[in-house]
């Protein structure tokens, strides 16, 4: 079965990087799973899932993490995984909601909607944000599994976001996949 | 991985667009309801109706709130009732009506379709006993529907039939005189009549349909409005072509067709009841930016009716077939442009400034679903005039394979330019002038069918 480690690399952003570090895991003979990786104002950050034989620690990984060239040094954090990637991913919500909030960008929105959510025992599985001029939008992808009434959830949604000055949109994602994708059912 | 742009443009498309699912129109048969006698068919039609459309208004909303699309119609449609009531006599078939009204007020619907009958090639004495009840049914109950097939691409157009339609209309009209002639408001006349159209007056449950089947109508005319207007001022209008419009409609028409499919896809899943259709029909409603004439100006003429419109609307329809039809797995109904004047404010202010004519209208509806839909006459039309008009556009459709069908609303008492409004969705109009009145009188007295056109040798 192995070990499974989850990683997170930072670093400046430089073409190579996503080899060099998939050739580390590989070196190791790591199995990669899943990996995520984006790149936000020439800073490059990675979140991935691999699997490494039983002796190999997590020390050994960041070590062999250390040996990569860059032109600040190599942020990485190591944990091994305590429930399996398969388990994990089993417990995705079929009832995951997508949430655009638009409005003037000023300081404190990312939060006031993130502990809205909190409030009401809505997990964020993703979330984006841009700027845009004055303009501050963010895209946040929610678990309702745990709501009760989504009608509910609108309406104290709408008055805390009006507050806000904020213009928000709430709608099941599959509406998204609906209107996005070739494949629907 | 749902990209950002992606989810920011179906949000402008639910948020700013008013994007709605017209309509969802359970379709039920209603052929095993035949009794021995009136009374005992209409208490079986009413059960069966109860049993098959009960949880259906409640499954629409519970839908509709978990996507946050709203639903705004929710409709029955049944098997054309002359078939249900074979022997019935004209008070028979009155009081099927009354069953179905009850049957449509129980449910919780808005509106019941299928008072219907097809009698395209010839009529029996049960279709003659129906036709003359369609003006009693009508003016008596309130959610009711009636349409008739009168030809067909394979029989021809039955002018015996055509001939009692005419004066059907103008008695729909007189007996509901005090609401403006509205009962002709609720009857519509066909060509090529499908069977699983969703949309009002024409929806019926055809012979060919299963026990019960839901199709859904999506439409939305001012989505496709706004998003011409957002690609013309962020590209300009020098930089586009016809073909970029026709491209921008198609992919608009694709989002809006795939709402609809899935909110159809939910209820009929919820419900254990077989999918049908996606109708893919631009259906105007008279809100002020959901019209399909603004999308005729929008894409160059000043006014609808102007040279050109015919051009512009056939590249709509198309561009809305296209984009609708790959959406979808199974689409049906009438799928096109719909130019219902009263319903479309922008039609009916063409109406009114005599920019849009009868006679551009009937052109318009060669390239368009369905036909002269929806237009108040003056109440002094007679009726071989009205049974004329209905046969040119009949004719329209048997020749070119497509289905055409005339809402005429001859308003009592009123004449051209006066205006006249029904309401909600069935919108307002200044009424329509009609040419040459009174000098078809001779064509219509022949009676007969104009036989089956030809089906090759087509130029």
Not at chain 1, 50 to 78: G, K, M, N, Q, W
Not at chain 2, 272 to 298: C, K, N, Y
Not at chain 2, 378 to 385: E, F, L, N, R
């Amino acid at each position: 079965m192995g070990k499974q480690m989850v990683m997170s690399v930072m670093s400046k952003d430089r073409p190579g990087i996503v080899a060099d570090i998939t050739g580390v895991i590989y070196k190791l003979q790591g199995d990669l799973a899943d990996l995520n990786q984006s790149v936000l104002c020439d800073y490059f950050t990675m979140i991935l899932i691999a699997t490494f034989e039983d002796s190999v620690t997590p020390e050994d990984v960041v070590a062999a993490f250390s040996h990569i060239p860059s032109e600040t040094r190599l942020e990485v954090v190591v944990k091994e995984m305590k429930i399996p990637m398969e388990i994990a991913k089993a417990k995705r919500s079929p009832e995951t909601y997508i949430l655009t909030a638009q409005g003037k960008n000023k300081s404190g929105l990312v939060h006031r909607i993130s502990l809205f959510c909190y409030q009401h025992g809505i997990n964020i599985l993703d979330l984006a944000t841009t700027l845009s001029g004055d303009q501050y939008t963010m895209i946040l992808q929610l678990d309702f599994s745990a709501v009760e009434s989504v009608d509910d959830i609108r309406s104290s949604l709408t008055s805390c976001a009006e507050e806000a000055g904020l213009s928000v949109v709430l709608q099941h994602e599959d509406i998204f996949k609906a209107t996005s994708e070739i494949t629907l059912f | 991985m749902l990209r950002s742009d992606h989810i920011l443009a179906t949000v402008e498309m639910i948020q700013k667009e008013n994007l709605d699912v017209r309509a969802v129109t359970m379709g039920i048969n209603l052929l095993d309801c035949r009794g021995g006698v009136v009374s005992e068919t209409c208490r079986r039609v009413e059960e069966k109706i109860g049993t098959a459309a009960a949880r259906f208004v409640e499954t629409c909303n519970k839908v509709s709130q978990k996507y946050g699309i709203p639903v705004v119609n929710k409709r029955i449609s049944v098997t054309p009732i002359a078939f249900v009531g074979a022997g019935f006599d004209r008070q028979g078939f009155v009081e099927l009506a009354l069953a179905l009204d009850r049957a449509a007020t129980a449910a919780g619907v808005d509106i019941l379709g299928g008072f219907s009958a097809q009698v395209e090639k010839g009529m029996t004495a049960t279709d003659r006993e129906y036709i003359a009840s369609i003006p009693e049914a009508l003016a008596r109950t309130t959610k009711l529907c009636a349409s008739i097939n009168i030809a067909s691409s394979q029989k021809g157009i039955n002018m015996d039939a055509l001939a009692l339609i005419g004066q059907t209309v103008k008695d729909l009209a007189e007996i509901t005189r005090e609401q403006n002639g509205f009962g002709a408001a609720k009857f519509v006349v066909f060509c090529n009549q499908p069977g699983d159209n969703p949309f009002m007056a024409g929806a019926i449950h055809g012979l060919e349909e299963a026990d019960l089947v839901l199709n859904v109508g999506v439409s939305g005319p001012g989505v496709i409005a706004r998003a011409l207007d957002r690609l013309i001022s962020a590209r300009g209008r020098e930089n586009l072509g016809l073909d970029d419009i026709a491209e921008e409609i198609k992919q608009t028409t694709f989002r809006v067709t795939r709402c609809g499919e899935l909110i159809g896809r939910k209820v009929s899943e919820e419900m254990g009841i077989e999918f049908g259709v996606v109708d893919l029909s631009l259906a105007p409603t008279p809100t002020v930016g959901d019209s399909v004439g603004e999308i005729l100006e929008i894409l160059g003429v000043d006014v609808v009716g102007a040279p050109g419109s015919t051009a512009i609307l056939a590249m709509l329809n198309d561009a809305v077939k296209k984009g609708g039809i790959f959406a979808s797995k199974a689409v049906g109904g009438l799928s096109g442009a719909f130019i219902p004047v009263m319903e479309d404010e922008v039609l009916a202010a063409a109406v009114g400034s005599g920019a849009l004519c009868l006679e551009k209208l009937e052109a318009m509806t060669c390239v368009c679903s369905v036909g002269l839909d929806m237009i108040p006459i003056p109440g002094s039309v007679d009726a071989d005039t009205i049974s004329a008009i209905i046969a040119d556009e009949m004719a329209l459709g048997m020749i070119n394979n497509k289905t055409t069908a005339v809402r005429l609303i001859p308003i009592p008492g009123k004449e051209a330019g006066d205006l006249v409004s029904f309401g909600g969705l069935f919108g307002a109009s200044p009424i329509m002038p009609v040419r040459n009145v009174g000098k078809s009188s001779r064509f219509i007295a022949w009676g007969g069918r104009i036989p089956a056109p030809i089906h090759s040798f087509k130029n």
